[in-house]
């Protein structure tokens, strides 16, 4: 199955790029064409996301990696990066 061959390489990569050993990986069926997964790895739990190329080319995928960047930087420098709540916002994890 596409999803499941998606799955595995992502998990595939993840471990290897990250030293991780995923434990677990729990589907997240929520928003539109994109795929997501909850998993649980030997350092704890972690959120994936691959983002669908279609609605994401290689300049929109630019101004998301700029943005994680920044999330990432101002979490390391002790700033949270909590959700702005506006009226769209609805959490999907907890």
Do not use: C
Request: charged share 35%; net charge positive; hydrophobic share 30%.
């Amino acid at each position: 199955m596409y999803v499941d061959k998606i799955k595995e390489a992502i998990f595939k990569s993840i471990e290897e790029n990250f030293d991780l050993k995923i434990r677990s990986g729990r589907q997240i069926h929520r928003g539109w064409r994109n795929l997501k997964w909850k998993i649980e790895t030997d350092e704890g739990s972690l959120f994936v996301k691959q983002y669908h190329p279609e609605r994401y080319p290689p300049k929109k995928l630019d101004r998301v990696r700029e943005a994680l960047r920044i999330q990432a930087y101002l979490a390391e420098n002790g700033i949270l990066n909590e959700p702005q709540k506006s009226r769209h916002f609805k959490p999907h994890l907890r």
